[in-house]
Protein backbone atom coordinates (compact mmCIF):
# COMPACT_ATOMS: atom_id res chain seq x y z
CA UNK A 1 0.00 0.00 0.00
CA UNK A 2 1.12 3.69 -0.57
CA UNK A 3 1.49 6.27 1.74
CA UNK A 4 -0.25 9.06 0.78
CA UNK A 5 3.19 11.36 2.15
CA UNK A 6 5.48 9.10 0.06
CA UNK A 7 4.74 10.47 -3.24
CA UNK A 8 2.94 7.23 -4.46
CA UNK A 9 5.96 5.09 -3.48
CA UNK A 10 4.84 1.74 -2.11
CA UNK A 11 6.14 1.32 1.32
CA UNK A 12 7.37 -2.30 -0.03
CA UNK A 13 9.77 0.04 -2.60
CA UNK A 14 11.22 1.99 -0.10
CA UNK A 15 11.90 -0.96 2.76
CA UNK A 16 13.30 -2.88 -0.10
CA UNK A 17 15.80 0.42 -1.06
CA UNK A 18 17.09 -0.27 2.34
CA UNK A 19 17.35 -3.68 2.60
CA UNK A 20 21.37 -3.53 2.32
CA UNK A 21 22.03 -0.58 3.90
CA UNK A 22 24.44 -1.15 6.76
CA UNK A 23 23.10 -0.18 10.21
CA UNK A 24 26.49 1.98 10.51
CA UNK A 25 27.13 5.99 9.91
CA UNK A 26 28.79 6.41 6.23
CA UNK A 27 31.52 8.71 7.88
CA UNK A 28 32.89 6.26 10.12
CA UNK A 29 32.46 3.40 8.56
CA UNK A 30 36.01 4.46 6.20
CA UNK A 31 39.37 2.40 6.29
CA UNK A 32 41.26 5.77 6.39
CA UNK A 33 39.64 5.73 10.10
CA UNK A 34 42.91 5.83 12.40
CA UNK A 35 43.81 3.11 14.64
CA UNK A 36 43.18 3.59 18.56
CA UNK A 37 44.82 5.01 20.83
CA UNK A 38 45.94 3.26 24.29
CA UNK A 39 43.55 4.55 27.40
CA UNK A 40 45.36 6.19 30.00
CA UNK A 41 46.69 4.27 32.31
CA UNK A 42 48.28 6.02 35.63
CA UNK A 43 48.71 9.72 36.16
CA UNK A 44 49.41 12.68 34.12
CA UNK A 45 50.33 16.07 34.83
CA UNK A 46 49.60 19.50 32.52
CA UNK A 47 49.04 22.86 31.99
CA UNK A 48 45.93 21.73 30.40
CA UNK A 49 43.09 18.69 30.15
CA UNK A 50 40.27 18.62 27.67
CA UNK A 51 37.92 16.43 28.26
CA UNK A 52 36.26 15.51 24.93
CA UNK A 53 37.50 13.95 21.41
CA UNK A 54 35.26 15.60 19.02
CA UNK A 55 35.04 19.00 17.21
CA UNK A 56 35.63 20.95 20.38
CA UNK A 57 38.05 19.04 22.21
CA UNK A 58 39.90 18.85 19.38
CA UNK A 59 40.30 22.28 18.38
CA UNK A 60 41.00 23.67 21.66
CA UNK A 61 43.74 21.30 22.32
CA UNK A 62 44.93 22.63 18.73
CA UNK A 63 44.43 25.87 19.11
CA UNK A 64 46.05 26.03 23.33
CA UNK A 65 49.36 24.67 21.39
CA UNK A 66 49.02 27.33 18.39
CA UNK A 67 48.67 30.30 21.04
CA UNK A 68 51.57 28.70 23.54
CA UNK A 69 53.69 25.99 21.82
CA UNK A 70 54.90 25.57 25.25
CA UNK A 71 50.97 24.63 27.02
CA UNK A 72 51.40 20.80 27.93
CA UNK A 73 47.67 19.80 26.62
CA UNK A 74 45.79 16.29 27.52
CA UNK A 75 42.93 15.04 25.84
CA UNK A 76 40.79 12.24 26.96
CA UNK A 77 37.74 10.51 25.04
CA UNK A 78 35.37 8.40 26.52
CA UNK A 79 35.41 6.36 23.10
CA UNK A 80 37.34 6.70 19.65
CA UNK A 81 37.63 10.47 18.52
CA UNK A 82 34.81 11.45 16.47
CA UNK A 83 32.50 8.62 17.22
CA UNK A 84 29.60 10.70 18.61
CA UNK A 85 27.72 13.68 16.80
CA UNK A 86 31.17 14.66 15.17
CA UNK A 87 31.65 11.42 13.41
CA UNK A 88 27.82 11.37 12.47
CA UNK A 89 26.45 14.90 11.46
CA UNK A 90 25.57 15.52 7.84
CA UNK A 91 28.77 17.99 7.05
CA UNK A 92 27.65 21.02 7.03
CA UNK A 93 30.17 23.55 8.31
CA UNK A 94 28.20 26.89 8.77
CA UNK A 95 29.63 30.56 9.21
CA UNK A 96 26.27 31.32 11.79
CA UNK A 97 26.82 31.01 14.99
CA UNK A 98 23.04 31.53 16.05
CA UNK A 99 21.42 28.71 14.27
CA UNK A 100 20.36 30.97 11.14
CA UNK A 101 19.92 34.66 10.44
CA UNK A 102 16.19 34.70 11.68
CA UNK A 103 17.02 33.11 15.18
CA UNK A 104 19.84 35.00 15.58
CA UNK A 105 17.90 38.69 14.31
CA UNK A 106 15.33 37.51 17.09
CA UNK A 107 17.62 36.82 20.26
CA UNK A 108 20.68 39.45 19.54
CA UNK A 109 19.41 42.23 17.04
CA UNK A 110 21.52 44.71 18.14
CA UNK A 111 24.66 42.54 17.93
CA UNK A 112 23.77 40.63 15.33
CA UNK A 113 26.25 41.86 13.03
CA UNK A 114 29.33 41.53 14.99
CA UNK A 115 28.32 37.92 15.84
CA UNK A 116 27.45 37.24 12.23
CA UNK A 117 31.11 38.69 11.40
CA UNK A 118 32.75 36.92 13.62
CA UNK A 119 30.96 33.88 12.20
CA UNK A 120 32.62 34.28 8.47
CA UNK A 121 35.98 35.05 10.17
CA UNK A 122 35.17 31.81 12.03
CA UNK A 123 34.60 29.65 8.75
CA UNK A 124 37.20 31.15 7.13
CA UNK A 125 39.88 30.32 9.77
CA UNK A 126 38.26 26.95 8.91
CA UNK A 127 39.01 26.85 5.84
CA UNK A 128 42.57 27.82 6.36
CA UNK A 129 43.91 25.38 9.02
CA UNK A 130 42.67 22.80 6.54
CA UNK A 131 44.64 24.00 3.62
CA UNK A 132 47.48 24.59 6.43
CA UNK A 133 47.56 21.52 8.36
CA UNK A 134 46.05 19.14 5.26
CA UNK A 135 43.29 18.08 7.16
CA UNK A 136 41.85 16.36 3.61
CA UNK A 137 38.44 15.95 5.11
CA UNK A 138 36.68 17.13 1.72
CA UNK A 139 36.09 20.47 2.20
CA UNK A 140 33.84 22.27 -0.29
CA UNK A 141 32.70 25.86 -0.08
CA UNK A 142 29.60 25.74 -2.35
CA UNK A 143 27.17 27.41 -0.06
CA UNK A 144 23.15 25.95 0.80
CA UNK A 145 19.73 26.45 -0.67
CA UNK A 146 17.03 26.32 2.08
CA UNK A 147 14.24 25.45 -0.02
CA UNK A 148 10.29 26.19 0.03
CA UNK A 149 8.05 22.97 -0.01
CA UNK A 150 4.83 24.49 0.74
CA UNK A 151 3.14 27.83 -0.47
CA UNK A 152 3.69 29.56 2.80
CA UNK A 153 7.27 28.99 3.28
CA UNK A 154 8.03 31.11 0.04
CA UNK A 155 6.79 34.17 1.56
CA UNK A 156 9.26 32.90 4.57
CA UNK A 157 11.77 33.05 2.25
CA UNK A 158 10.94 35.97 0.95
CA UNK A 159 10.82 38.04 3.86
CA UNK A 160 13.80 36.58 4.96
CA UNK A 161 15.58 37.32 2.01
CA UNK A 162 14.91 41.19 2.43
CA UNK A 163 15.38 40.81 6.79
CA UNK A 164 18.84 39.63 5.61
CA UNK A 165 19.68 42.34 2.68
CA UNK A 166 18.74 44.61 5.88
CA UNK A 167 21.22 43.08 8.00
CA UNK A 168 24.19 43.17 5.45
CA UNK A 169 23.56 39.41 4.72
CA UNK A 170 23.62 38.75 0.78
CA UNK A 171 21.11 35.12 0.75
CA UNK A 172 19.64 35.41 -2.80
CA UNK A 173 15.90 34.53 -2.90
CA UNK A 174 15.19 32.00 -6.03
CA UNK A 175 11.61 31.20 -7.52
CA UNK A 176 10.81 27.96 -8.69
CA UNK A 177 12.40 27.83 -11.98
CA UNK A 178 15.60 29.68 -10.74
CA UNK A 179 15.71 26.83 -7.93
CA UNK A 180 15.04 23.75 -9.49
CA UNK A 181 17.92 25.04 -11.87
CA UNK A 182 20.11 24.25 -9.46
CA UNK A 183 18.30 20.44 -8.08
CA UNK A 184 15.74 19.47 -9.79
CA UNK A 185 13.03 18.41 -7.42
CA UNK A 186 8.88 18.69 -8.26
CA UNK A 187 8.86 19.80 -4.22
CA UNK A 188 10.77 22.76 -4.53
CA UNK A 189 8.92 26.16 -4.81
CA UNK A 190 11.39 28.29 -4.02
CA UNK A 191 14.68 29.00 -2.66
CA UNK A 192 17.26 30.55 -0.18
CA UNK A 193 21.12 30.34 -1.39
CA UNK A 194 23.48 30.94 0.97
CA UNK A 195 27.07 30.93 -1.76
CA UNK A 196 29.48 31.43 0.83
CA UNK A 197 28.02 30.91 3.95
CA UNK A 198 28.42 26.87 4.38
CA UNK A 199 30.92 24.82 3.40
CA UNK A 200 30.38 20.78 2.39
CA UNK A 201 33.06 18.40 4.04
CA UNK A 202 33.49 14.92 4.80
CA UNK A 203 32.55 15.01 9.30
CA UNK A 204 35.10 12.11 10.68
CA UNK A 205 37.81 12.84 8.30
CA UNK A 206 37.79 16.34 9.71
CA UNK A 207 37.92 14.94 13.27
CA UNK A 208 40.43 12.44 12.54
CA UNK A 209 42.59 15.25 10.46
CA UNK A 210 42.13 17.62 13.68
CA UNK A 211 43.63 14.67 15.84
CA UNK A 212 46.31 14.28 14.07
CA UNK A 213 47.22 17.84 13.69
CA UNK A 214 47.12 18.12 17.50
CA UNK A 215 49.03 15.15 17.91
CA UNK A 216 51.82 16.68 15.33
CA UNK A 217 51.78 20.03 17.71
CA UNK A 218 52.27 17.64 21.07
CA UNK A 219 49.34 16.96 22.73
CA UNK A 220 48.52 13.76 24.22
CA UNK A 221 45.56 12.02 23.66
CA UNK A 222 44.04 9.15 24.90
CA UNK A 223 41.18 7.23 23.77
CA UNK A 224 38.54 4.74 25.35
CA UNK A 225 39.25 6.99 28.36
CA UNK A 226 36.13 8.59 30.00
CA UNK A 227 36.16 11.38 32.74
CA UNK A 228 34.79 10.30 35.19
CA UNK A 229 34.73 13.09 38.24
CA UNK A 230 36.47 16.47 37.52
CA UNK A 231 37.49 18.04 41.21
CA UNK A 232 39.65 20.78 42.78
CA UNK A 233 43.63 20.08 43.50
CA UNK A 234 45.77 22.28 45.26
CA UNK A 235 45.99 25.39 42.67
CA UNK A 236 44.27 23.19 39.97
CA UNK A 237 42.04 20.97 38.86
CA UNK A 238 41.79 16.70 38.77
CA UNK A 239 40.22 14.34 36.19
CA UNK A 240 39.68 11.21 37.09
CA UNK A 241 39.30 8.52 34.94
CA UNK A 242 38.71 4.51 35.28
CA UNK A 243 43.06 3.57 35.08
CA UNK A 244 44.04 6.60 36.28
CA UNK A 245 43.63 10.72 36.41
CA UNK A 246 45.20 13.95 35.02
CA UNK A 247 46.14 16.57 37.00
CA UNK A 248 45.95 19.91 35.33
CA UNK A 249 45.78 23.62 36.23
CA UNK A 250 42.94 23.56 33.73
CA UNK A 251 40.56 21.64 32.13
CA UNK A 252 37.95 22.58 28.87
CA UNK A 253 34.79 20.22 28.43
CA UNK A 254 33.89 19.45 25.40
CA UNK A 255 31.56 16.85 25.84
CA UNK A 256 28.93 17.83 23.77
CA UNK A 257 25.57 15.97 24.09
CA UNK A 258 26.87 13.99 27.24
CA UNK A 259 26.15 15.04 30.88
CA UNK A 260 28.90 17.68 32.28
CA UNK A 261 30.93 16.99 34.65
CA UNK A 262 29.63 20.29 36.14
CA UNK A 263 26.25 19.26 37.92
CA UNK A 264 24.77 22.96 37.15
CA UNK A 265 25.65 23.01 33.77
CA UNK A 266 23.41 19.59 32.79
CA UNK A 267 19.92 21.53 33.36
CA UNK A 268 20.82 23.78 30.03
CA UNK A 269 20.90 20.78 27.39
CA UNK A 270 18.75 17.83 26.82
CA UNK A 271 19.65 15.07 24.07
CA UNK A 272 17.96 14.35 20.91
CA UNK A 273 18.51 11.99 18.46
CA UNK A 274 18.39 12.46 14.52
CA UNK A 275 18.85 10.33 11.56
CA UNK A 276 20.48 9.74 8.15
CA UNK A 277 20.53 7.78 5.17
CA UNK A 278 23.00 7.92 2.34
CA UNK A 279 22.38 6.08 -1.04
CA UNK A 280 25.18 4.04 -3.21
CA UNK A 281 26.65 6.32 -5.44
CA UNK A 282 24.63 7.64 -8.09
CA UNK A 283 25.35 6.92 -11.69
CA UNK A 284 26.09 9.52 -14.19
CA UNK A 285 22.70 9.50 -15.65
CA UNK A 286 21.12 9.67 -12.04
CA UNK A 287 23.06 12.77 -11.54
CA UNK A 288 22.30 13.98 -15.06
CA UNK A 289 18.12 13.72 -13.80
CA UNK A 290 18.29 16.02 -10.83
CA UNK A 291 21.37 18.06 -11.60
CA UNK A 292 23.07 19.75 -8.81
CA UNK A 293 26.07 20.88 -10.68
CA UNK A 294 26.81 23.23 -8.10
CA UNK A 295 26.82 20.69 -4.94
CA UNK A 296 24.99 22.94 -2.73
CA UNK A 297 24.08 21.66 0.82
CA UNK A 298 20.33 21.29 0.80
CA UNK A 299 17.39 21.58 3.63
CA UNK A 300 13.73 22.14 3.66
CA UNK A 301 12.13 25.07 5.62
CA UNK A 302 9.73 23.30 7.73
CA UNK A 303 10.20 22.99 10.90
CA UNK A 304 10.17 19.17 10.67
CA UNK A 305 13.02 19.47 8.17
CA UNK A 306 15.16 17.58 5.71
CA UNK A 307 18.86 18.21 5.05
CA UNK A 308 20.96 16.42 2.08
CA UNK A 309 23.92 16.80 0.48
CA UNK A 310 26.40 14.58 -2.25
CA UNK A 311 29.43 13.09 -0.92
CA UNK A 312 32.53 13.42 -2.90
CA UNK A 313 31.80 10.16 -4.15
CA UNK A 314 28.35 11.46 -5.60
CA UNK A 315 25.89 9.58 -2.69
CA UNK A 316 22.80 11.48 -1.65
CA UNK A 317 23.10 11.87 2.37
CA UNK A 318 19.48 12.82 3.36
CA UNK A 319 18.97 13.19 6.80
CA UNK A 320 16.51 15.10 9.98
CA UNK A 321 12.99 15.44 9.88
CA UNK A 322 12.18 13.04 13.27
CA UNK A 323 14.10 14.23 16.02
CA UNK A 324 13.58 11.87 19.17
CA UNK A 325 14.11 12.88 22.59
CA UNK A 326 14.83 9.57 24.13
CA UNK A 327 12.93 8.55 27.21
CA UNK A 328 12.98 11.01 30.86
CA UNK A 329 16.48 11.87 28.85
CA UNK A 330 18.58 9.05 29.35
CA UNK A 331 20.71 8.42 25.93
CA UNK A 332 21.27 4.63 24.46
CA UNK A 333 22.72 3.35 21.83
CA UNK A 334 19.44 1.74 21.08
CA UNK A 335 18.60 4.75 19.74
CA UNK A 336 21.00 4.71 17.33
CA UNK A 337 18.74 2.08 15.05
CA UNK A 338 15.27 3.28 13.94
CA UNK A 339 13.81 1.49 11.34
CA UNK A 340 10.75 3.42 11.58
CA UNK A 341 12.56 6.90 10.76
CA UNK A 342 14.91 5.24 8.44
CA UNK A 343 11.72 3.87 6.35
CA UNK A 344 10.18 7.12 6.77
CA UNK A 345 13.34 9.31 4.98
CA UNK A 346 13.55 6.36 2.53
CA UNK A 347 9.82 7.64 1.30
CA UNK A 348 10.24 11.13 1.59
CA UNK A 349 14.09 10.91 -0.17
CA UNK A 350 11.63 9.66 -3.52
CA UNK A 351 8.86 11.99 -2.87
CA UNK A 352 11.68 14.55 -3.43
CA UNK A 353 13.78 12.84 -6.27
CA UNK A 354 10.75 10.56 -8.03
CA UNK A 355 13.63 10.42 -10.74
CA UNK A 356 15.95 8.53 -8.77
CA UNK A 357 13.69 5.36 -8.32
CA UNK A 358 15.08 1.87 -7.97
CA UNK A 359 18.18 4.09 -6.14
CA UNK A 360 19.42 1.92 -2.86
CA UNK A 361 20.70 3.38 0.08
CA UNK A 362 24.15 2.02 1.85
CA UNK A 363 24.29 3.20 4.95
CA UNK A 364 21.32 4.31 7.74
CA UNK A 365 22.25 5.68 11.37
CA UNK A 366 21.49 7.59 14.04
CA UNK A 367 23.01 9.72 16.57
CA UNK A 368 22.53 12.07 19.57
CA UNK A 369 23.23 15.83 19.67
CA UNK A 370 22.70 18.48 22.49
CA UNK A 371 20.09 21.07 22.16
CA UNK A 372 19.47 23.99 24.70
CA UNK A 373 16.39 26.60 24.88
CA UNK A 374 17.86 29.05 22.60
CA UNK A 375 19.23 26.77 19.63
CA UNK A 376 22.52 28.10 19.63
CA UNK A 377 25.93 27.08 22.07
CA UNK A 378 26.36 28.53 25.40
CA UNK A 379 29.57 29.15 27.30
CA UNK A 380 30.73 29.20 30.95
CA UNK A 381 33.33 28.96 33.62
CA UNK A 382 33.39 26.80 36.86
CA UNK A 383 35.43 25.81 39.70
CA UNK A 384 36.59 29.17 40.28
CA UNK A 385 37.63 29.75 36.64
CA UNK A 386 39.91 26.65 36.30
CA UNK A 387 37.36 24.97 34.09
CA UNK A 388 35.17 26.23 30.63
CA UNK A 389 32.93 24.75 28.79
CA UNK A 390 30.89 25.46 25.82
CA UNK A 391 27.67 23.32 24.61
CA UNK A 392 23.96 23.41 23.40
CA UNK A 393 25.40 23.67 19.55
CA UNK A 394 21.94 22.13 18.43
CA UNK A 395 23.24 20.26 15.41
CA UNK A 396 25.04 23.44 13.51
CA UNK A 397 28.41 22.14 16.14
CA UNK A 398 30.98 21.71 12.89
CA UNK A 399 31.32 24.93 12.45
CA UNK A 400 30.86 26.69 15.45
CA UNK A 401 32.63 24.65 17.88
CA UNK A 402 35.89 26.36 16.43
CA UNK A 403 34.59 29.98 17.46
CA UNK A 404 33.52 27.59 21.16
CA UNK A 405 37.22 26.38 21.49
CA UNK A 406 38.22 30.00 21.32
CA UNK A 407 36.03 31.06 23.20
CA UNK A 408 36.63 28.48 25.94
CA UNK A 409 40.77 29.59 26.09
CA UNK A 410 39.59 33.28 26.59
CA UNK A 411 37.60 32.80 29.15
CA UNK A 412 40.77 30.12 30.71
CA UNK A 413 42.68 33.20 30.20
CA UNK A 414 40.82 35.38 32.07
CA UNK A 415 40.80 38.11 29.49
CA UNK A 416 37.63 39.68 27.74
CA UNK A 417 38.20 39.60 23.82
CA UNK A 418 35.58 40.37 21.24
CA UNK A 419 34.52 36.54 21.34
CA UNK A 420 33.62 37.23 25.00
CA UNK A 421 32.07 40.82 24.67
CA UNK A 422 28.43 39.26 23.18
CA UNK A 423 25.47 39.03 25.43
CA UNK A 424 25.14 35.32 23.39
CA UNK A 425 28.20 34.44 24.99
CA UNK A 426 28.10 36.30 28.47
CA UNK A 427 24.53 34.91 29.02
CA UNK A 428 22.78 31.35 29.34
CA UNK A 429 19.67 30.10 27.96
CA UNK A 430 16.61 29.26 30.10
CA UNK A 431 17.26 25.50 31.57
CA UNK A 432 15.18 22.85 30.92
CA UNK A 433 12.01 21.63 33.87
CA UNK A 434 13.33 18.71 35.44
CA UNK A 435 11.41 15.39 33.91
CA UNK A 436 8.60 14.54 34.21
CA UNK A 437 7.78 18.28 32.85
CA UNK A 438 10.71 18.21 30.25
CA UNK A 439 9.09 15.13 28.19
CA UNK A 440 5.58 16.42 28.55
CA UNK A 441 7.18 20.18 26.84
CA UNK A 442 8.94 18.63 24.45
CA UNK A 443 6.70 16.35 23.08
CA UNK A 444 3.73 19.13 22.98
CA UNK A 445 6.59 21.39 21.33
CA UNK A 446 7.07 18.69 18.62
CA UNK A 447 3.27 18.28 18.13
CA UNK A 448 2.55 21.71 17.90
CA UNK A 449 5.39 22.25 15.61
CA UNK A 450 4.23 19.28 13.54
CA UNK A 451 0.47 20.40 13.24
CA UNK A 452 2.13 24.21 11.82
CA UNK A 453 3.33 22.20 9.53
CA UNK A 454 0.21 20.56 8.19
CA UNK A 455 -1.71 24.08 9.04
CA UNK A 456 0.27 26.59 6.22
CA UNK A 457 2.27 27.75 9.49
CA UNK A 458 0.22 28.63 11.75
CA UNK A 459 1.85 28.16 15.10
CA UNK A 460 -0.63 27.64 17.91
CA UNK A 461 -0.88 28.76 21.54
CA UNK A 462 1.30 26.52 23.09
CA UNK A 463 4.00 27.97 20.39
CA UNK A 464 3.12 31.46 20.65
CA UNK A 465 3.52 31.21 24.12
CA UNK A 466 7.18 30.17 24.07
CA UNK A 467 7.65 32.73 21.34
CA UNK A 468 6.97 34.86 23.81
CA UNK A 469 9.41 33.71 26.54
CA UNK A 470 12.24 33.27 24.19
CA UNK A 471 11.81 29.87 23.60
CA UNK A 472 10.75 29.82 19.89
CA UNK A 473 12.02 28.01 17.02
CA UNK A 474 11.42 28.80 13.89
CA UNK A 475 14.44 27.64 12.04
Known amino acids: MADPASGGIPDLAAARSLAGARPVPYWLDDPARPQPQPALAGQ ?4 LVVVGGGYSGLWTALLAKERDPGCEVVLVEADRVGSAASGRNGGFCAASLTHGPANGLARWPEEFAALQALGERNLDAIEEAVQRHDLDCEFERTGEID ?3 APHQVDELRATAASAAEHGLDLEFLDRDQVRAQVDSPTFLAGLYDRRGVAMLHPAKLAWGLQRAAARAGVRVYENTPATALSRFGAG ?4 TPYGRVLARQAALGTGVFPSLLRRVRAYTVPVYDYALTTEP ?5 RAAIGWRG ?3 LADSANRFHYFRLTADDRILWGGFDTVYPRRGRMSAAYDRRPQTHLRLARHFFACFPQLAGVRFSHAWGGAIDTCTRFSPFF ?21 TRFGAEVMLDLLAGRPTERTAPAMVREK ?5 PEPLATAGIGLTQWSLARADRTGGHRNLWLRALDRVGLGFDS
Not at 44 to 47: P, R, Y
Not at 237 to 240: F, K, Q, T
Open 44 to 47: EECD
Open 147 to 149: TAT
Open 237 to 240: IAVR
Open 282 to 286: LTAEQ
Open 295 to 297: RQG
Open 380 to 400: GTGLGGRVAYAAGYTGLGVGA
Open 429 to 433: PLPFP
